[in-house]
């Protein structure tokens, strides 16, 4: 049967290398799960996730995956791990196929508990009110009490019936009502039926068998032939808050039973297999089924409210498969869904401060490239590149504007002044729109500019629009319908393409084109390149001028920060913020009541109180491609447009964002005298503490934020109080490195950059070194000596070694070093050694066979290692294998074996240290580096 379910693994593992969605994270043994079968999800105290498997248990933390065996458990190759719950933050309880096991999260270990009396499958793990713990296999009931005595429980109040089986459990608790048992009551689902079972005494349960279907009847649910009957099976039961027991079956979809009668009635997903069923926070029903994928449903009316599969369709997001074998969400609201053989898919993480625009049903922002928008009341005005969107969000209507009605598709600005709305198009000018009626009104415009590129409009507070194009400045009155053209011909323009404009308190119009900048006289109505403030001429090319609130201009330049100058703008000054760029990509900046607002290719960002916040894909962001457009309404909604949708949030969402629940950050590696191996980084996760040996004073860790969402973007900050001075950031490899410390206690600090709810504080031990101590007490004996001959020169007494030590001549010997040019040489016939034989395909290479090989003693190697190659003999060996990993995966010969097989091909013996060492050196996945070498073919 093992060999069978083996060929099967291997037949369908090219089906496991399906894309990942793009709103979904997939995990997959190519990413290091010991199995790809997911059975059983749960998220524990400590924020891992934790995948019961096939072989075991799969710890996961959004980036690195651990894979914890069962110890102590039978040869069989498969033990599969059915439930997984959490009894407190030291214990889980594990139920596979041989029975009941403890795990210790904090040290990874796994001990078989109750073994005498629960010998079989364990499917299902519950915990009742009082704080007993329930357990539910195929050979009957226990609980286990407080105390943790275990006790068999009796299922049936009627002796004749035998079958101990039991599928699932679910317990009555709190406020539900009477209907279903006191508090503490179990209902049981067998295959004959379902069992309510009263908790105060042992007397067992009526059984309330499963319904018949008549397979000559007209119940689309039967299927038996005609004249047949067939009793559906149940194999999974939930409770709602609300009290409403609900069945699912292995063939016939999801019933709900009735406790006052025990009727049961069909509720939804016919002719299906319900894998899994729970109810969510919010008392939704969560199902797996084997047809229509992870469902959410409403315990009411049976209505799809959120399903995942592989088809994606308008009501459903899309999905690797539609078989899941468990559907989970967890506290923060991420959705898991395990698969048998294909691995994992997730959802990411999301605070939702930000969030997509739309209306369910009407218009969707989320799939369009935004390039402005404005808010006006009740309406919202989104011009993307593909036409202008017109939605009334009271009223829940959209009117569409496209090249018939403004000449162009692509909506480049949007204006509104007085009762209309000024449109301003990529390769059509500008239009206007009657705000009243929507009717677009034509503007009577030189034939040059009907097919001109605007960039920008500004209201100069006396009646005129300033449009900025690819043909020249536009001074407009839409009042008085007048329009006139400055270009470099009739003006001193530098050139007739115009970035941006805006005005002074003076009146003055400050303006930017791509061979340089101007300013427009209002008493004269002229534009003029003559004294102009020098640093104004030194900005070159500018993105966005703009007046901000207390009068003073702010100069936005193509890349780097802004420059502002007092309203005379005579004096300027530089802004300036920590974001890990002297020269960022800032599209806009806006500053409102004291507040800044402004973006770079890393995020979002809020500067006040002198307190910087960035916000990224784990905050709501669908894309980091801002555009220059940024408004913040009357109402407080901030709308952000991007190449993925325009988004919106509040201004109150953005100052209330640090009192979100923190995420923490983990040590991923830990490296001082040697790697740490997975039980030593969890205990250090777990005491928050890392201890260094005392012959090793240095250390290399790597971070991980435990955000389960994209965290491409996210870089960190660490600082170790007591010993660095100021704030240190990550490189690309998020590793920070500390090649010697002196002794004492430190606190290491890390956080994301631009974020502190994403942080972590460890406490950081180096003991004191055995270097020190000798060279301490060289000291102290120096300082003995020292006052022992001022002693004995005072008191005119002969030295103690004098009288100890016999007269006689000591003889002293003065080692010899291995030379440089002896040492190039041994290094050199290494190398070539290494190049030509190949030991490292062994995976049982020692130094010492390298040593006979060359000629040398490993004494001598080893000091080749240190000396001269600088590197010790384990990364020396990783790196050659690596290297030839990378060979035979990219041969198209090999394209047929697993990456364990091509590993195992080229010395690693175990997963975990390819994996590990892979990642070390080449700063990913062997999953991702292939997908990444196949997109570069």
Same mark, same amino acid.
């Given at each position: 049967?093992?060999?069978?379910?083996?060929?099967?693994?291997?037949?369908?593992?090219?089906?496991?290398?399906?894309?990942?969605?793009?709103?979904?994270?997939?995990?997959?043994?190519?990413?290091?799960?010991?199995?790809?079968?997911?059975?059983?999800?749960?998220?524990?105290?400590?924020?891992?996730?934790?995948? !019961?498997?096939?072989?075991?248990?799969?710890?996961?933390?959004?980036?690195?995956?651990?894979?914890?065996?069962?110890?102590?458990?039978?040869?069989?190759?498969?033990?599969?791990?059915?439930?997984?719950?959490?009894?407190?933050?030291?214990?889980?309880?594990?139920?596979?196929?041989?029975?009941?096991?403890?795990?210790?999260?904090?040290? &990874?270990?796994?001990?078989?508990?109750?073994?005498?009396?629960?010998?079989?499958?364990?499917?299902?793990?519950?915990?009742?009110?009082?704080?007993?713990?329930?357990?539910?296999?195929?050979?009957?009931?226990?609980?286990?009490?407080?105390?943790?005595?275990?006790?068999?429980?009796?299922?049936?109040?009627?002796?004749?019936?035998?079958?101990?089986?039991?599928?699932?459990?679910?317990?009555?608790?709190?406020?539900?009502?009477?209907?279903?048992?006191?508090?503490?009551?179990?209902?049981?689902?067998?295959?004959?039926?379902?069992?309510?079972?009263?908790?105060? !005494?042992?007397?067992?349960?009526?059984?309330?068998?499963?319904?018949?279907?008549?397979?000559?009847?007209?119940?689309?649910?039967?299927?038996?032939?005609?004249?047949?009957?067939?009793?559906?099976?149940?194999?999974?039961?939930?409770?709602?808050?609300?009290?409403?027991?609900?069945?699912?079956?292995?063939?016939?979809?999801?019933?709900?039973?009735?406790?006052?009668?025990?009727?049961?009635?069909?509720?939804?997903?016919?002719?299906?297999?319900?894998?899994?069923?729970?109810?969510?926070?919010?008392?939704?029903?969560?199902?797996?089924?084997?047809?229509?994928?992870?469902?959410?449903?409403?315990?009411?009316?049976?209505?799809?409210?959120?399903?995942?599969?592989?088809?994606?369709?308008?009501?459903?997001?899309?999905?690797?498969?539609?078989?899941?074998?468990?559907?989970?969400?967890?506290?923060?609201?991420?959705?898991?869904?395990?698969?048998?053989?294909?691995?994992?898919?997730?959802?990411?993480?999301?605070?939702?401060?930000?969030?997509?625009?739309?209306?369910?049903?009407?218009?969707?922002?989320?799939?369009?490239?935004?390039?402005?928008?404005?808010?006006?009341?009740?309406?919202?005005?989104?011009?993307?590149?593909?036409?202008?969107?017109?939605?009334?969000?009271?009223?829940?209507?959209?009117?569409?504007?496209?090249?018939?009605?403004?000449?162009?598709?692509?909506?480049?600005?949007?204006?509104?002044?007085?009762?209309?709305?000024?449109?301003?198009?990529?390769?059509?000018?500008?239009?206007?729109?009657?705000?009243?009626?929507?009717?677009?009104?034509?503007?009577?415009?030189?034939?040059?500019?009907?097919?001109?590129?605007?960039?920008?409009?500004?209201? @100069?507070?006396?009646?005129?629009?300033?449009?900025?194009?690819?043909?020249?400045?536009?001074?407009?009155?839409?009042?008085?319908?007048?329009?006139?053209?400055?270009?470099?011909?009739?003006?001193?323009?530098?050139?007739?393409?115009?970035?941006?404009?805006?005005?002074?308190?003076?009146?003055?119009?400050?303006?930017?084109?791509?061979?340089?900048?101007?300013?427009?006289?209002?008493?004269?109505?002229?534009?003029?390149?003559?004294?102009?403030?020098?640093?104004?001429?030194?900005?070159?090319?500018?993105? $966005?001028?703009?007046?901000?609130?207390?009068?003073?201009?702010?100069?936005?330049?193509?890349?780097?920060?802004?420059?502002?100058? @007092?309203?005379?703008?005579?004096?300027?000054? %530089?802004?300036?913020?920590?974001?890990?760029?002297?020269?960022?990509?800032?599209?806009?900046?806006?500053?409102?009541?004291?507040?800044?607002?402004?973006?770079?290719?890393?995020?979002?960002?809020?500067? %006040?109180?002198?307190?910087?916040?960035?916000?990224?894909?784990?905050?709501?962001?669908?894309?980091?491609?801002?555009?220059?457009?940024?408004?913040?309404?009357?109402?407080?909604?901030?709308?952000?447009?991007?190449?993925?949708?325009?988004?919106?949030?509040?201004?109150? $969402?953005?100052?209330?964002?640090?009192?979100?629940?923190?995420?923490?950050?983990?040590?991923?590696?830990?490296?001082?005298?040697?790697?740490?191996?997975?039980?030593?980084?969890?205990?250090?996760?777990?005491?928050?503490?890392?201890?260094?040996?005392?012959?090793?004073?240095?250390?290399?860790?790597?971070?991980?934020?435990?955000?389960?969402?994209?965290?491409?973007?996210?870089?960190?900050?660490?600082?170790?109080?007591?010993?660095?001075?100021?704030?240190?950031?990550?490189?690309?490899?998020?590793?920070?490195?500390?090649?010697?410390?002196?002794?004492?206690?430190?606190?290491?600090?890390?956080?994301?950059? !631009?974020?502190?709810?994403?942080?972590?504080?460890?406490?950081?031990?180096?003991?004191?070194?055995?270097?020190?101590?000798?060279?301490?007490?060289?000291?102290?004996? !120096?300082?003995?000596?020292?006052?022992?001959?001022?002693?004995?020169?005072?008191?005119?007494?002969?030295?103690?070694?004098?009288? &100890?030590?016999?007269?006689?001549?000591?003889?002293?010997?003065?080692?010899?070093?291995?030379?440089?040019?002896?040492?190039?040489?041994?290094?050199?016939?290494?190398?070539?050694?290494?190049?030509?034989?190949?030991?490292?395909?062994?995976?049982?290479?020692?130094?010492?066979?390298?040593?006979?090989?060359?000629?040398?003693?490993?004494?001598?190697?080893?000091?080749?290692?240190?000396?001269?190659?600088?590197?010790?003999?384990?990364?020396?060996?990783?790196?050659?294998?690596?290297?030839?990993?990378?060979?035979?995966?990219?041969?198209?010969?090999?394209?047929?074996?697993?990456?364990?097989?091509?590993?195992?091909?080229?010395?690693?013996?175990?997963?975990?240290?390819?994996?590990?060492?892979?990642?070390?050196?080449?700063?990913?996945?062997?999953?991702?580096?292939?997908?990444?070498?196949?997109?570069?073919?």
């Amino acid at each position: 049967m093992n060999t069978i379910i083996l060929i099967l693994i291997l037949l369908l593992l090219p089906l496991s290398l399906k894309g990942q969605t793009e709103n979904m994270h997939s995990l997959t043994i190519d990413d290091g799960m010991q199995n790809g079968s997911v059975i059983s999800i749960m998220r524990g105290s400590d924020g891992f996730v934790y995948l !019961g498997t096939f072989t075991g248990i799969t710890r996961y933390d959004g980036v690195n995956v651990v894979n914890i065996p069962i110890t102590g458990r039978s040869d069989r190759k498969y033990n599969i791990v059915y439930a997984l719950f959490e009894a407190d933050p030291t214990h889980y309880y594990v139920g596979n196929q041989e029975g009941l096991w403890l795990f210790d999260p904090t040290t &990874l270990e796994t001990k078989r508990v109750y073994a005498e009396d629960i010998d079989c499958e364990v499917r299902a793990i519950r915990k009742t009110p009082r704080g007993e713990m329930l357990v539910a296999t195929v050979g009957g009931l226990f609980r286990i009490g407080s105390d943790g005595r275990l006790s068999r429980m009796r299922i049936y109040s009627s002796s004749r019936l035998t079958d101990t089986n039991v599928c699932d459990i679910a317990v009555v608790g709190k406020g539900n009502p009477s209907s279903l048992g006191r508090e503490g009551a179990v209902w049981a689902v067998t295959v004959s039926g379902v069992v309510g079972i009263d908790l105060a !005494g042992n007397a067992g349960g009526h059984l309330y068998p499963a319904p018949v279907l008549s397979g000559g009847s007209d119940d689309v649910y039967a299927t038996g032939a005609d004249n047949q009957t067939v009793r559906i099976r149940p194999s999974r039961i939930a409770i709602t808050p609300g009290g409403d027991i609900f069945i699912g079956t292995q063939e016939h979809g999801l019933w709900k039973f009735s406790s006052r009668d025990g009727s049961y009635h069909f509720f939804a997903l016919p002719g299906s297999c319900v894998n899994m069923l729970s109810v969510s926070a919010n008392g939704n029903l969560l199902v797996a089924s084997d047809l229509y994928g992870a469902v959410e449903l409403s315990p009411l009316t049976g209505k799809s409210l959120l399903a995942y599969d592989d088809k994606g369709g308008p009501n459903s997001s899309q999905a690797r498969f539609s078989n899941p074998q468990v559907f989970y969400r967890d506290a923060a609201g991420i959705d898991w869904i395990g698969y048998k053989f294909y691995g994992l898919d997730h959802t990411y993480y999301n605070s939702g401060i930000f969030k997509v625009y739309q209306i369910p049903g009407l218009h969707d922002s989320s799939k369009q490239h935004v390039i402005c928008s404005l808010a006006d009341g009740n309406r919202t005005l989104v011009g993307t590149r593909n036409g202008l969107y017109i939605v009334d969000d009271e009223h829940q209507t959209v009117e569409y504007f496209g090249e018939d009605q403004l000449g162009s598709r692509y909506v480049s600005t949007l204006t509104k002044a007085g009762d209309r709305y000024i449109v301003g198009t990529q390769t059509a000018g500008f239009t206007e729109i009657d705000a009243a009626t929507l009717r677009v009104m034509n503007i009577d415009m030189p034939r040059r500019l009907c097919k001109s590129l605007v960039y920008q409009c500004r209201d @100069d507070g006396m009646g005129n629009l300033w449009l900025c194009t690819n043909q020249g400045l536009v001074r407009y009155n839409p009042y008085r319908r007048l329009l006139r053209l400055f270009d470099n011909a009739n003006s001193q323009l530098p050139d007739k393409e115009v970035f941006c404009i805006d005005f002074d308190l003076g009146g003055r119009g400050w303006i930017s084109t791509r061979n340089g900048n101007c300013i427009y006289d209002p008493t004269s109505e002229t534009i003029s390149t003559k004294n102009l403030p020098n640093k104004f001429v030194a900005l070159g090319q500018l993105r $966005d001028i703009q007046r901000m609130e207390d009068g003073q201009m702010l100069f936005l330049p193509q890349r780097g920060f802004p420059v502002t100058a @007092d309203a005379s703008v005579l004096n300027f000054t %530089r802004l300036s913020f920590d974001v890990g760029e002297d020269a960022p990509n800032i599209s806009f900046f806006r500053k409102h009541n004291g507040i800044c607002y402004f973006c770079t290719d890393n995020g979002f960002y809020t500067f %006040r109180n002198d307190s910087l916040r960035c916000y990224g894909y784990l905050d709501g962001l669908t894309s980091m491609e801002f555009q220059r457009n940024f408004q913040i309404a009357s109402d407080g909604r901030c709308l952000v447009s991007t190449n993925r949708g325009l988004l919106w949030t509040r201004v109150s $969402d953005l100052n209330a964002a640090n009192t979100i629940n923190a995420l923490p950050v983990l040590i991923s590696q830990i490296q001082t005298d040697h790697w740490f191996n997975d039980a030593e980084v969890t205990a250090a996760i777990a005491s928050r503490t890392i201890t260094l040996s005392r012959s090793a004073d240095g250390m290399s860790l790597r971070f991980s934020a435990m955000t389960f969402g994209k965290t491409t973007r996210l870089r960190y900050d660490y600082m170790l109080e007591g010993y660095d001075k100021q704030w240190n950031m990550v490189g690309a490899n998020q590793t920070a490195f500390y090649p010697s410390l002196p002794f004492g206690t430190y606190k290491l600090r890390v956080r994301v950059k !631009g974020n502190d709810s994403i942080a972590a504080t460890y406490t950081i031990v180096v003991p004191m070194a055995y270097s020190t101590m000798a060279l301490i007490a060289a000291l102290v004996f !120096g300082i003995a000596v020292i006052l022992h001959v001022v002693w004995c020169r005072y008191y005119k007494r002969e030295y103690l070694w004098i009288r &100890l030590l016999p007269k006689r001549e000591v003889v002293k010997y003065q080692g010899s070093r291995l030379s440089q040019k002896e040492a190039e040489a041994i290094a050199r016939r290494l190398t070539a050694y290494m190049e030509d034989s190949k030991p490292y395909l062994n995976p049982d290479l020692m130094m010492t066979d390298l040593a006979i090989a060359i000629g040398v003693s490993n004494h001598t190697l080893s000091q080749i290692f240190t000396q001269h190659i600088r590197r010790n003999y384990y990364d020396f060996i990783a790196e050659y294998r690596i290297r030839e990993f990378k060979r035979m995966a990219a041969a198209d010969d090999n394209h047929k074996y697993t990456i364990m097989a091509i590993a195992e091909k080229c010395g690693f013996r175990s997963r975990t240290s390819f994996f590990g060492v892979f990642k070390k050196i080449m700063g990913c996945t062997p999953k991702e580096y292939l997908e990444r070498k196949d997109k570069d073919r």
